[in-house]
């Protein structure tokens, strides 16, 4: 993964204040504990970073970073709910640190808007399952340009361009049905999940 | 401030939302050894001076027996790795998401996992089978927690039947298709005029009832592929089942009810309120066992609806079946565990995304 870029504005979330992870565990963080946090959180704080625009592989990195930071400074003390508001605030810190400018922050924001909103009581489960319902909602034409556009079920992943020689259609005319379908899908999972 | 409002970073959000929710659906995971490479690098920093004195001890060989030049980077790479290793982890031996080999040890999640009860008298032999969703393959494990068969490459499974004949009965919801595979993974028959089925049974008549759940319909099919009997008025089924009366049992997640359907496709019984409801059983005491996903429970319901028994703070659960010995298998987000009736977890195997588990007496 990249080196750490350091965070002069932004300050790392802490319930416990201090310089940084020190280097002996806290006693509730034996390696059972942290295992039981770990294998709680995981998927939930991967999803959070995948909303924030991390890349799965950048995603990875930093689920594996805030763990090990989160739980040094003391997740695993507190109640689950916090410990997952804790680690995705933690995992937000360190996505930030290789963003720059108040864009990157708002942007930051207005996601965790929308996670507070969809995902914060079951991390994000319920809203996928509507997504995948929503596709069943499309028209033949429609779902198939996603397949094919996102790689869904058995398909590889298509660019635009043999995207549109798949589906008969110029680039643009991709671009334009792809932006369509997912305005689609967006107003349906906001059905769903309003 | 440079951009105009709120509005636009609200728009991009939605934007990067909907690409990860796509991305996901369509089987983007968090790395299959990331669990293992986090534990490694929590022990890696943990015993960080002990490493570090041994990458000193090893340097120094290094630099005696070796050359400097090699001594040096071991040393700096020592350095590193005990200073930062959770950013610079090792190749960790990852704890695959797969039972443990001998004995069902509770899976990690619970902070004081409940150990399995020892039973009273040998247990019978038995096979769990699991669909797992996200790792697109099926798993067939004994009461030891040991991996006895995998079939991968199913894709978006949603359920796994094995057959009286020793073969498997797959619905694959990506695919569009039920199909049945024998020992060798060969497919034997093959059914996908379907629109993203999750759940599909053999009768005893030798047809298969699927629950076409985005092609709006329940229908039964014979060996030849014809449709015999379906069921489509304003339902989207997440399960059926055919009754011993004859009668057919639906999920209809679009009412969150669960119908029981005559032959004749007349309504007989129906349970409502009941909002994503994944799964349900007719028990044999005429109660209905049934899953509610969203909720995060298993629900007995009595033929007035009445909740007669419950589980709860399940993570997600996808399907529940009543055990012979009165217990409940639940498959769940990450796992699949079973529940004596006061609750009491008494087994579990870990999964990535479990979505239908059905245990099987040895034959």
Same mark, same amino acid.
């Given at each position: ?29 034996? +390696? %059972? /504990? &942290?295992?039981? #946090?770990?294998? *709680? ?5 991967? !999803?959070?970073? =995948?909303?924030?625009? @991390? ?25 689950? +709910? %916090? /410990? &997952?508001?804790? #680690?995705?605030? *933690? ?5 930030? !640190?290789?963003? =720059?400018?108040?864009? @990157? ?48 079920? @058995? ?40 | ?363």
């Amino acid at each position: 993964m990249s080196k750490s870029t350091p965070a002069a504005a932004i300050a790392l979330p802490g319930p416990m204040p201090g310089p940084g992870p020190g280097p002996a565990p806290s006693p509730t963080s034996d +390696a %059972a /504990t &942290a295992d039981a #946090l770990v294998h *709680t959180h995981l998927r939930a704080v991967w !999803r959070y970073l =995948r909303w924030q625009g @991390a890349s799965p592989h950048e995603a990875d990195d930093l689920t594996q970073e805030a763990f090990v930071v989160a739980l040094q400074k003391g997740a695993a003390d507190l109640e689950p +709910a %916090a /410990t &997952a508001a804790f #680690l995705r605030r *933690t995992a937000r810190f360190l996505f930030l !640190r290789h963003r =720059r400018g108040r864009d @990157a922050e708002q942007l930051a924001d207005a996601v965790d808007e929308l996670w507070q909103r969809h995902a914060a009581h079951d991390g994000g489960e319920g809203l996928l399952d509507a997504l995948r319902e929503c596709l069943g909602e499309l028209t033949d034409r429609a779902r198939r340009a996603v397949e094919l556009g996102y790689g869904l079920g @058995a398909n590889d992943r298509l660019g635009r361009v043999d995207l549109g020689k798949e589906l008969g259609l110029a680039p643009d005319g991709v671009k334009t049905l792809m932006q369509r379908v997912r305005q689609q899908l967006r107003a349906c999972i906001e059905r769903r999940y309003p | 401030m440079r951009t105009n409002d709120r509005g636009e970073f609200a728009d991009r959000a939605k934007e990067l939302q909907m690409d990860a929710l796509l991305h996901e659906a369509a089987g983007a995971v968090p790395a299959a050894d990331l669990e293992g490479r986090i534990a490694e690098a929590l022990r890696g920093r943990a015993r960080s001076p002990t490493r570090r004195g041994n990458t000193w001890l090893f340097a120094a060989a290094a630099l005696l027996g070796i050359g400097t030049v090699a001594a040096v980077a071991w040393l700096r790479h020592g350095e590193r790795s005990a200073l930062v290793p959770a950013q610079d982890p090792p190749p960790a031996p990852a704890p695959a998401p797969t039972p443990a080999p001998q004995e069902p040890k509770p899976a990690p999640q619970d902070p004081k996992p409940t150990p399995p009860t020892p039973p009273a008298k040998p247990p019978a032999k038995w096979t769990t089978w699991i669909a797992d969703y996200s790792e697109n393959k099926v798993r067939a494990i004994d009461q030891d927690g040991k991996q006895v068969r995998e079939v991968a490459d199913v894709f978006g499974i949603w359920d796994v039947e094995l057959l009286a004949n020793g073969n498997l009965l797959l619905t694959e919801f990506a695919v569009c298709r039920v199909r049945e595979i024998d020992g060798k993974g060969k497919s034997v028959w093959v059914f996908e005029d379907l629109k993203n089925p999750y759940d599909a049974d053999r009768l005893p008549n030798g047809n298969t009832l699927i629950a076409d759940t985005f092609g709006s319909r329940v229908i039964e099919v014979n060996p030849k592929g014809e449709v015999v009997w379906k069921y489509d008025k304003g339902i989207r089924p997440f399960d059926c089942d055919r009754l011993p009366n004859g009668n057919t049992l639906i999920c209809n997640v679009l009412e969150d009810e669960v119908l029981e359907v005559s032959p004749a496709g007349e309504i007989v019984w129906r349970a409502g309120k009941l909002p994503i409801v994944h799964d349900a059983d007719r028990l044999p005491n005429g109660n209905t066992l049934v899953t509610l996903r969203s909720k995060g429970l298993v629900q007995e319901l009595d033929r007035d609806g009445k909740v007669v028994w419950e589980l709860g703070r399940l993570k997600s659960p996808s399907d529940a079946d009543r055990l012979p010995n009165g217990n409940t298998l639940v498959a769940e987000n990450t796992r699949v565990r079973e529940f004596d009736r006061d609750g009491k977890e008494v087994w579990r195997c870990p999964a990535v995304w479990a979505v239908e588990a059905n245990r099987y007496a040895e034959r």
